[in-house]
């Protein structure tokens, strides 16, 4: 499944160190599978609260595990993220903060960061979640204190730093809600073509693709979604794809059908626009899925179940992928 003819991948997101992924063999295994996954996300250790806990201290620790297990079994590997409104570090949001301080702040991480790790990331994405559901940005300590220019300000900074690797990283943009064509997405076309008209790097876009069994968007509302960024000369990847049952008794038959063929029509949606590169789950096992911590009697949102057995919802995949 890992690299569907050459055109597009399926990748995991993963969370060591310091997770029971660490020392889970079969975890391990599957996800090291060069036949199963192609590409990983760091789920949680490139956020800033791990790589800058104390200001212009950075720790690569954990960060490091993920490019090594990328470099190790020959997967692509995005790195997330550089900015965002949350998992921030104290000194961060407890800081007196002016628009200049502030400023600085954000163009140290994001240089340090993107020098860092150079092209062993495929891409950043460099601001994650800024929209509210209405379009608008979102109220965070960067538009609270800097207001809507650190939008743009992080990409130029982004840009400056890529320029300084001279290797080719893209740039991306992270995001829920923006994988229909609804008002957030409209909201993000728009943002996307007041970049490029200032001259802004931007080059792909990823849809979460956070979905729901039975309430998933429809083939030909994700293509249309994907379609739009496409058009506007840019990537699209579906980077954080799981799909849970609301209703924890309708894990049945039924349910893991309907599922099945969620993953699968949210899986072709990105093989039939040219300019999805890839897929993304946000962890394949469902010990590891974020779902229930988040939504309490929420889950089975995962390719496997929690004993590793394969769901219908991987086979689905499966057959997607072998379509292309
Ligand atoms: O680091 C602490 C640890 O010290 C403590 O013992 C433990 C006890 O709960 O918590 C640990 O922090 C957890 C953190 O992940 C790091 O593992 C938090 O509780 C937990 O809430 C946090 O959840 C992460 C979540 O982002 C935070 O919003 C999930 O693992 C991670 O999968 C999730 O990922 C996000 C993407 O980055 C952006 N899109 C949505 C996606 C799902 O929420």
Same mark, same amino acid.
């Given at each position: ?9 399926? &990748? ?7 997770? &029971? ?96 790790? /150079? ?46 690797? /001279? ?150 995949? /499966? ?6």
């Amino acid at each position: 499944l890992a690299h569907a003819a050459g055109k597009l991948w399926l &990748g995991s997101a993963t969370d060591q160190p310091g997770t &029971g992924e660490d020392t889970d063999t079969l975890y391990q295994e599957i996800l090291n599978d060069t036949h199963i996954f192609g590409q990983i996300t760091p789920a949680n250790y490139m956020k800033f609260f791990a790589t800058e806990p104390e200001q212009n201290v950075f720790n690569f620790t954990g960060g490091q595990v993920a490019v090594d297990i990328a470099q190790d079994h020959g997967k692509y590997l995005r790195c997330h993220n550089l900015i965002w409104l949350s998992q921030l570090s104290e000194w961060v949001t407890d800081g007196n903060w002016t628009a200049e301080t502030l400023t600085a702040v954000m163009k140290n991480h994001i240089q340090t960061l993107i020098i860092h790790w /150079g092209d062993a990331c495929y891409s950043w994405d460099v601001v994650n979640e800024a929209l509210a559901s209405n379009g608008s940005f979102a109220s965070s300590i960067w538009y609270d204190v800097i207001g809507p220019e650190y939008f743009f300000l992080a990409y130029q900074f982004a840009q400056e730093a890529v320029e300084a690797t /001279g290797k080719d990283i893209k740039l991306f943009y992270n995001d829920y809600g923006i994988e229909d064509t609804g008002n957030k997405t409209q909201a993000l076309y728009a943002l996307i073509q007041e970049m490029q008209s200032r001259g802004i790097q931007i080059d792909g876009v990823g849809l979460e693709s956070h979905f729901e069994v039975g309430a998933t968007p429809s083939l030909e509302t994700q293509i249309a979604a994907k379609q739009g960024y496409v058009a506007l000369g840019l990537e699209v990847a579906m980077t954080e794809l799981d799909i849970r049952f609301v209703e924890a008794n309708a894990t049945n038959c039924t349910g893991f059908a309907m599922q099945a063929q969620n993953y699968y029509d949210s899986v072709s949606s990105c093989i039939q626009v040219d300019g999805c590169i890839g897929i993304t789950v946000w962890d394949f096992d469902d010990t590891y899925s974020w779902i229930p911590g988040t939504f309490p009697g929420q889950g089975a949102a995962d390719l496997y179940n929690a004993d590793f057995t394969r769901k219908p919802a991987y086979y689905a995949v /499966g057959e997607a992928l072998q379509s292309v």
